[in-house]
Structure formats: structure tokens, C-alpha cells
Nanobody
């Protein structure tokens, strides 16, 4: 059983930046696809970004050019660098992983990101 643990959520002003991290408990997880989903209050959970083991990246349109996903397989950790944050980015952000795209097999507990206007 793999565990995904997120960190880095915070309260930030609009236009600011934040970096989320997600660490997998299993070393072999470096071969899995990892990603981020988010859920805003009263809304459905939505895909944000994903990254394959070969480095290929995917983003939802609303974050392209503002968010960057990356991973460091040596420490089993994935990152989401978020810039030019907007109030509509406010949500609980979930780390996910799986062997197929989009990654939805394993989920973290989430980390809260709040962007104030």
C-alpha cells in the first residue's frame, strides 16, 4: 500500500506563488504517473496537472503558463510550482498517482490552498 503525502498549502495573496510537494512512501513509485487534482468549495474535483516518469507533462487549460509540475525520483517527490495565483485557484489540492493516465489510483489527503483577493 502506497501513501501519498502532500505539503505546502497556505494562504497567499492574489498574484503570489506557492509550491506544493507530494512524497510517495514507496521507492518504486518513480515509475508511476503522478498528478494533482483540486476541489473548490461547492465544485467537483478537477484535474490540474500530471507528469509521467519520462517527464511528459499535462496541464488543464486554466493553469497553463502559471503552474509547473515536476518530480524528483531520487526522493520520490513531485512538486507543483504555482505562480500568478488567482482567487479561483482556491481549493484543496490532492496528489494522485497511478500506472495509467490520468492518475487516479492512489490519493493523498489533500492540502488547502487559499488565495485572497
Amino acid at each position: 500500500q502506497v501513501q501519498l503525502v502532500e505539503s505546502g498549502g497556505d494562504l497567499v495573496q492574489a498574484g503570489g506563488s506557492l509550491r506544493l510537494s507530494c512524497t510517495a512512501s514507496r521507492r518504486t513509485y518513480s515509475s508511476y504517473i503522478m498528478g494533482w487534482y483540486r476541489q473548490a468549495p461547492g465544485k467537483e474535483r478537477e484535474f490540474v496537472a500530471a507528469i509521467r516518469s519520462d517527464g511528459r507533462k499535462y496541464y488543464t487549460d486554466s493553469v497553463k503558463g502559471r503552474f509547473t509540475i515536476s518530480r524528483d525520483s531520487t526522493v520520490n517527490t513531485m512538486y507543483l510550482q504555482m505562480g500568478d495565483l488567482k482567487p479561483e485557484d482556491t481549493a484543496v489540492y490532492y496528489c494522485t498517482g497511478g500506472s495509467s493516465y490520468p492518475p487516479q489510483t492512489h490519493w493523498g489527503r489533500g492540502t488547502q490552498v487559499t488565495v485572497s483577493s
